[in-house]
């Protein structure tokens, strides 16, 4: 099945430094990328999300950048703030209409003002 | 956000006991999920649902139990409940398509076991 690891499990930096968060998945025919932000306590939630036939995704001050031939595919925050600092989890929906999403491990961003 | 509503919040019970979480959807989503999250781990996929008393297991499904008898609820049952069961549990619900897409999460529901 497939298999999705997330880099790396801790990230700190500066206010206003830019943070990157790569993922990496096994099923070439994996067709959609989402990316979640969760606060302490609280839901994932959708923050962005690319499908397997866009290379790059870009919303205000995030983006996501997928390389389908090496199967990976990494999350862009500019300008970081302190509420950026989150929990953030990638995922990978395999192929097939299940709807299943295998979620990476899990990032630790902490923004530093 | 989407319509999701899970119950109870908050649970303490004994290692043995059976217990049932529910999830509730106002949004006639097809598709519902439950996670597991536990430190390290991540989101892991219990079981689904991908239609009225269509359900199918997830990548940790053992001990775990689920029926779905209308469209607007996802009930997840333990039902011998051990220590390692303590987890935060999260409901998801997706629209169908035959690509992917995306899950939105219910509050979640904090388990203990003692």
């Known amino acids: 099945g497939e298999n999705v690891e997330q880099h790396p499990s801790t990230l700190s930096v500066q206010e206003g430094d830019s943070a990157v968060i790569k993922c990496t998945y096994s099923d070439s025919a994996s067709n959609y990328f989402p990316w979640y932000k969760q606060e302490l306590g609280k839901r994932p939630q959708l923050i962005i999300d690319?499908?397997?036939?866009?290379g790059e995704k870009k919303d205000q001050r995030i983006a996501v950048t997928l390389n389908k031939t090496a199967k990976h595919f990494s999350l862009h925050i500019t300008e970081t703030q302190p509420e950026d600092s989150a929990v953030y989890f990638c995922a990978v929906s395999p192929s097939g209409n299940t709807g299943k999403l295998i979620f990476g491990q899990g990032t630790t961003l902490q923004v530093k003002p | 956000d989407a319509g999701i509503t899970q119950s109870p919040r908050h649970k303490v019970t004994e290692t043995g006991t059976p217990v049932t979480l529910r999830c509730h959807q106002t949004?006639?989503?097809?598709?519902m999920y439950w996670y597991r999250q536990d430190p390290g781990h991540g989101l892991r996929l219990i079981h689904y649902?991908?239609?009225?008393?269509?359900?199918d297991k997830g990548e940790v499904s053992d001990g775990y139990s689920v029926s779905r008898s209308k469209t607007e609820d996802f009930l997840l049952t333990l039902e011998s409940a051990t220590s390692s069961q303590t987890s935060v549990y999260f409901c998801?619900?997706?629209?169908?398509?035959?690509?992917?897409?995306?899950?939105?999460f219910g509050d979640g529901t904090r388990l203990s076991i003692l």
């Open positions: 949004e006639n989503h097809r598709y």
């Open positions: 690319i499908r397997s036939n866009v």
């Open positions: 649902s991908y239609g009225v008393k269509d359900t």
């Open positions: 998801a619900i997706s629209e169908s398509a035959p690509e992917g897409q995306p899950q939105h």
